[in-house]
């Protein structure tokens, strides 16, 4: 019924306005849109259309998942209406397997400080300038209530967050132009050191009003664009305020928790009296159905962590205690980290563009460091682990992984398909370790993956269900299958054949 909402307020909008943007009907228009906002690449295309059946259905299935719709592949009416409904001119996702994140809401790049100055630098011709400004520092407020930021109004021309009006084409190029009315209503950067980055811009041809159904709240699409501003990537929750598209004039107007999620995990709670968060908490019945990091530490023992909670195991054993908070465990790690590395004697967890060392438990240093440490890495990795096979280092990020060369940096010959690692997910993985039996362990969803380093593919038998072999859950107590055939976690006698096979192939390349 909301989605139906959405659309029908498209559709009204867009009979409104004698001068509108530019229904999407034609193909070339469906498939400009859908590489606009990330679905899919100039690669998978030739001559403007997908460059295969596979790549349309795929493409096509993301976009329904973006919107909360039936996922068929096929763009049906309701499809259609929603491509043509008012929105904000940001990607949706960077990539196939973005769309397969570990959160609902997602994060970008962040502030290196939660004291932001903002000023509008060219204003609007629909409310007079006092107006707006109250306006636009509701929609700041509406951020710092549920996190450590504070934002102030300067005079200055350059401040952190610059707020300007315009229609059509108005400095950001070709792809960043207005279309007119009822389409792009506004767009924003994530934070960099670029002189554009946190700016919000609003399309002057939309007509912004305050309190009112008629129009397009101001404040709503501010405090949206803001959410970009501070490093917030669109959110597939329909409720959300970072969901991409206009949802109309909501009087009583609340961030949701999936919102709070996210501006929490880049900065903190801050003083705010924020809703009750949905990120897992406390794992179900003391144990955790899907894990998002794995790794060992210097003394021997075995992590696995969700966003907030990590588990240790040592030998056979869960101590007790456990699960306890990541922070609790590791002092000044934060948590809804993306992933973590064993390469002795440091542990290394990454989050975002920045990583921590570690020793065990104590961190080795300073820390956070930028990730640009690590020579050609990307920000926002899925997993880390050293290859036992080899002895080099890997990582992953969506379908796509990265050999790793202490004193180098990545390879030129770097990324390569995911797919090459036969028998692992297609669309990347969430978490892996080199687990001390030898054995090189991938993880995803509630299951894990054992890789077989001698036929380099995954063992026959698997995917087993992690929270069962690994924890020690009861399989009755969690929802989705599970395998009773003894796993990893319950049989972990170092294979005395794989860690010599191991080192007799370590010269061989991959």
Known sequence: MRRLCVILLGCYLAATFSVAAPRIETQQQIWEFMEKYGYITRDDMVNGMP?????????????????????????????????????????????????MRRKRYALGPRWDRTDLTWNIIRDSQDLPRAQVESIMERAFTAWSDVSSLTFRKVSSSEPDIKILFAAGEHGDGFDGRFDGPSGVLAHAYFPSLNPIGGDAHFDEDETYT????????????????FGHSLGLRHSDVEDALMYPYYRGYQPNFQLHSDDINGIQAHYGEGNGKPEERDTPSTPLDNCMPRVTLSTQTADGSAYFANETHVFRRTGN??????????????????????????????????????????????????????????????????????????????????????????????????????????????????????????????????????????????????PLNTAVQWLGCNPNELVGPTSETEGDATAIIPSLFVILLSTLIGICTF
């Open 317 to 462: 054993t869960i101590p007790a205690g456990y699960p306890m908070r990541i922070v609790d465990e590791f002092p000044g790690l934060p948590s809804n980290l993306d992933a973590a590395l064993f390469y002795s004697p440091y542990t290394y967890f990454f989050k975002g563009s920045e990583y921590w060392r570690f020793r065990d438990r104590q961190m080795a240093g300073t820390y956070p460091r930028p990730m640009s440490d690590w020579g050609g890495l990307p920000n926002d990795v899925d997993a880390a682990f050293v290859w036992s096979r080899n002895g080099r280092i890997y990582f992953t990020k969506g379908d796509q992984y990265y050999a790793y060369y202490p004193g180098y940096g990545v390879s030129s010959y770097y990324p390569q398909p995911l797919s090459h690692w036969r028998g692992l997910p297609s669309d990347g993985v969430d978490a892996a370790f080199q687990y001390s039996n030898g054995y090189t362990y991938f993880f995803k969803g509630s299951n894990y993956y054992r890789f077989n380093d001698g036929t380099v593919q995954v063992d026959t038998g698997y």
């Open 210 to 225: 305050d309190g009112t159904f008629s129009g397009t709240n101001l404040f709503q699409v501010a405090a949206h664009e």
């Open 51 to 99: 460059k295969d059946e596979e790549t349309k259905t795929k493409s096509i299935i993301y976009f329904q998942k973006m919107g909360n719709m039936t996922m068929t592949g096929v763009l049906d009416e309701d499809s259609m209406n929603l491509m043509n409904t008012p929105r904000c001119g940001m990607k949706d996702m960077e990539s196939f397997a973005d769309m």
